[in-house]
């Protein structure tokens, strides 16, 4: 069956048409637990090892910890490789093709999965699957399991609250966009007399730019679902990108760089200048927590509040929540390597060592014996959500590909530096879109 299929992976690397929307700086892969092709004995005595193509760069060094401390534990090796960001897709694309293969790798989505479904083992009434508080966290093709959710996260704006306050102001001033366009500008304003800035860079280097061409592109895909009372579309209209235009604008506008230097601009730079004090705001997630207090950040300090874009109703609106993290495991694996796959997740989601691992370094995990986390926004999220706010679902997963993407993020980039308009914008974005969605469909 292998051969049969390496025939589409090449289609698959070009068109990268899973659509990851990477969530951290760039890293090379590395390996925690050397494993050789004949394995050691699971806890049910059959030979098998475990390699895990991992997607989050940000949790390379959490996931190597405890792939080392599995291996100990139980004999089984554990070998993890994080693609870097941006390169998932290819990555995955030579590395499944290979006779070490990875028996464990992610999809984002229906949109993903579309591309892998052929490797996807079914994991219905495994014991992974049956360690989920929902089968709403399972992605299925038809009735079978293809995936599993294994992180609930939230993204939104990263707040300096002692910057803030410098300035004059609390996180309970800002609840609109208005308000925050008042507050952004007029920081900007005294940007010499208060020594920092309003935002971070909007680095729209590989490393960055999927906080934008991605993530705070999900709004208006989203206020456009709303109003059509859809959960996706092959035709979006643009409903509202003069909205889009507006949050981008603010950002570029008010930040610790001009416009033009933002092709050049890293995720780390922007995490740097938030972390050292540059600027008040950070469009990020909740995993970036771990980043920022390894850096010296502390809780008395940070907040993550909505990413107003001047769209519904702002009063109810919570943070952008949702999941694009789906286990996949290899249908190409031999038996005991996807048995031991399938043990070494259950362990994850089951252990007190598992399970805070990924509470405190990725966020909640929808699974039954899930640690509670003491990260910072994923509190926030809860407040909201308690407060009767509605959070901003995760739509992204229904861009129609990384090429879409890379055209909106190129014209973006070309916006901010005066060498492109708006109007080109909106074209990658609408005629992009249908372009890509009539590609797939032929």
Same mark, same amino acid.
């Given at each position: 069956?292998?051969?049969?299929?390496?025939?589409?992976?090449?289609?698959?690397?070009?068109?990268?048409?899973?659509?990851?929307?990477?969530?951290?700086?760039?890293?090379? =892969?590395?390996?925690?637990?050397?494993?050789? $092709?004949?394995?050691?004995?699971?806890?049910?005595? $059959?030979?098998?090892?475990?390699?895990?193509?991992?997607?989050?760069?940000?949790?390379?060094?959490?996931?190597?910890?405890?792939?080392?401390?599995?291996?100990?534990?139980?004999?089984?090796?554990?070998?993890?490789?994080?693609?870097?960001?941006?390169?998932? @897709?290819?990555?995955?694309?030579?590395?499944?093709?290979?006779?070490?293969?990875?028996?464990?790798?992610?999809?984002?989505?229906?949109?993903?999965?579309?591309? !892998?479904?052929?490797?996807?083992?079914?994991?219905?009434?495994?014991?992974?699957?049956?360690?989920?508080?929902?089968?709403?966290?399972?992605?299925?093709?038809?009735?079978?399991?293809?995936?599993?959710?294994?992180?609930?996260?939230?993204?939104?704006?990263?707040?300096?609250?002692?910057?803030?306050?410098?300035?004059?102001?609390?996180?309970?001033?800002?609840? $609109?966009?208005?308000?925050?366009?008042?507050?952004?500008?007029?920081?900007?304003?005294?940007?010499?007399?208060?020594?920092?800035?309003?935002?971070?860079?909007? =680095?729209?280097?590989?490393?960055?730019? +999927?906080?934008?061409?991605?993530?705070?592109?999900?709004?208006?895909?989203?206020?456009?679902?709303?109003?059509?009372?859809?959960?996706?579309?092959?035709?979006?209209?643009?409903?509202?990108?003069?909205?889009?235009?507006?949050? !981008?604008?603010?950002?570029?506008?008010?930040?610790?760089?001009?416009?033009?230097?933002?092709?050049?601009?890293?995720?780390?730079?922007?995490?740097?200048?938030?972390?050292?004090?540059?600027?008040?705001?950070?469009?990020? /997630?909740?995993? @970036?927590?771990?980043?920022?207090?390894?850096?010296?950040?502390?809780?008395?300090?940070?907040?993550?509040?909505?990413?107003?874009?001047?769209?519904?109703?702002?009063?109810?609106?919570?943070?952008?929540?949702?999941?694009?993290?789906?286990?996949?495991?290899?249908?190409?694996?031999?038996?005991?390597?996807?048995?031991?796959?399938?043990?070494?997740?259950?362990?994850?989601?089951?252990?007190?060592?598992?399970?805070?691992?990924?509470?405190?370094?990725?966020?909640?995990?929808?699974?039954?014996?899930?640690?509670?986390?003491?990260?910072?926004?994923?509190?926030?999220?809860?407040?909201?959500?308690?407060?009767?706010?509605?959070?901003?679902? +995760?739509?992204?997963?229904?861009?129609?590909?990384? @090429?879409?993407?890379?055209?909106?993020?190129?014209?973006?980039?070309?916006?901010?530096?005066?060498?492109?308009? !708006?109007?080109?914008?909106?074209?990658?974005?609408?005629? /992009? +879109?249908?372009?890509?969605?009539?590609?797939?469909?032929?």
């Amino acid at each position: 069956m292998k051969m049969k299929k390496v025939l589409a992976l090449g289609l698959v690397a070009m068109m990268s048409a899973a659509a990851f929307a990477g969530c951290g700086s760039g890293s090379d =892969g590395s390996t925690a637990s050397e494993g050789g $092709s004949n394995g050691t004995a699971t806890a049910d005595g $059959s030979n098998g090892q475990v390699y895990y193509l991992n997607f989050k760069p940000e949790a390379d060094e959490a996931w190597q910890e405890i792939a080392k401390q599995y291996t100990e534990e139980t004999g089984v090796p554990v070998t993890v490789i994080t693609a870097a960001s941006g390169t998932y @897709e290819e990555t995955l694309s030579s590395e499944i093709i290979k006779d070490e293969a990875p028996t464990l790798f992610q999809v984002n989505g229906p949109v993903g999965l579309a591309n !892998w479904k052929d490797y996807c083992y079914d994991l219905k009434d495994t014991s992974l699957y049956n360690e989920l508080t929902s089968d709403s966290y399972a992605l299925y093709d038809g009735d079978a399991v293809a995936g599993i959710a294994y992180v609930i996260e939230s993204y939104g704006l990263i707040v300096n609250t002692k910057l803030l306050e410098q300035a004059g102001y609390t996180v309970d001033d800002i609840a $609109s966009f208005d308000d925050l366009k008042k507050v952004a500008e007029d920081i900007t304003a005294r940007k010499d007399e208060l020594g920092f800035a309003a935002f971070t860079s909007a =680095g729209m280097d590989s490393s960055s730019d +999927w906080r934008f061409k991605t993530h705070l592109a999900n709004l208006p895909i989203y206020f456009e679902y709303q109003d059509k009372g859809i959960d996706s579309t092959d035709a979006i209209e643009g409903t509202y990108l003069d909205n889009y235009k507006a949050i !981008w604008d603010l950002y570029i506008n008010n930040a610790t760089c001009a416009p033009a230097d933002l092709a050049g601009k890293t995720g780390d730079d922007a995490e740097n200048e938030f972390a050292s004090g540059e600027a008040v705001f950070f469009q990020n /997630g909740s995993w @970036e927590y771990a980043n920022l207090t390894d850096k010296g950040m502390t809780d008395d300090e940070l907040a993550m509040i909505p990413i107003y874009i001047g769209a519904g109703d702002e009063a109810k609106q919570g943070l952008c929540t949702g999941t694009e993290n789906y286990w996949c495991v290899n249908s190409e694996a031999s038996e005991e390597d996807i048995q031991a796959t399938i043990d070494f997740l259950t362990w994850m989601v089951t252990s007190e060592a598992g399970t805070n691992m990924l509470s405190e370094q990725i966020g909640v995990i929808p699974f039954k014996q899930a640690a509670d986390t003491t990260n910072l926004f994923v509190l926030n999220d809860r407040a909201y959500t308690e407060a009767g706010k509605t959070p901003v679902s +995760w739509n992204f997963t229904t861009m129609p590909s990384e @090429e879409w993407k890379n055209g909106v993020g190129s014209a973006l980039t070309a916006y901010a530096a005066g060498t492109g308009s !708006w109007d080109d914008v909106v074209s990658a974005f609408v005629d /992009g +879109w249908a372009t890509e969605y009539a590609a797939a469909n032929n």
